[in-house]
């Protein structure tokens, strides 16, 4: 409704405003992610789990939320293995298609 009725797509600033005002900054958060993975390894069904917690972290001057560098740091570590890959990866690609092993090389990785 903000975006369409409203026409806030048409005034990000506006938006920004409001969505600044309307909801409350997060200084302190975690976020937990849980891994559960299930396959065949060297023949043998295996079952590994992960646990890992992020915490707000500074980069330059700024601190951001778990949430902002969880979500950044993933996001940008896939398009620079896209853009690194061009003949790789073309049109819509599947997560699944992106090989794990080049997503740990990318600079970002180092935020996850």
Known sequence: MLLNTLKL????????EILENALPTIEQDVVV?????????????????????????KIGNKIYSALQVTTAA???????????HPNKYKGFVYQETIDLDEIKKSVFAKYL
């Not at 797509?9 to 920004?16: A, G, I, S």
């Not at 992610?33 to 972290?57: F, H, S, W």
């Not at 993933?74 to 690194?84: H, P, Q």
Request: one cysteine or more; glycine letters at 4%; hydrophobic letters at 35%.
């Open 9 to 16: 797509n048409e005034n990000r600033k506006v938006l920004k």
């Open 33 to 57: 992610m849980d891994i559960c993975a299930t396959g065949y390894k060297n023949g043998r069904l295996v079952e590994e789990n992960i646990v890992k917690k992020y915490y707000p972290q």
């Open 74 to 84: 993933s996001l940008c570590a896939v398009i620079d293995v896209v853009l690194r």
